[in-house]
């Protein structure tokens, strides 16, 4: 299996969201825990808890958000 672009799950304050997920997504994220688990050793993360860690990689890693924020500033 090639490396998985996230690493392991951080705990930390959340601010509470509500989001509706299609069926389809849900389940991808369910693999995507039990994928993480196997390749880091830790325990499979419940899909909640992979949202925050997705997004946030998604947005460090998109050169035209990077690049506006850098222009903006803070």
Known sequence: MSKLKLGPIE????????????????????D?????????G?????PVKLIAPM???F????RGFTRGRKHRGP
């Not at 830790?42 to 419940?46: F, I, N, R, S």
């Not at 947005?59 to 998109?62: A, L, Q």
């Open 59 to 62: 947005m460090d890693t998109d």
């Open 11 to 30: 705990d930390d304050t959340p601010v509470k969201i509500t989001l509706d997920l299609p069926a389809s997504l849900h389940r991808d994220l369910v």
């Open 32 to 40: 995507y825990g039990k994928a993480l688990a196997a390749e880091t």
């Open 55 to 57: 997004l946030a990689r």
């Open 42 to 46: 830790g325990k499979v993360a419940e």
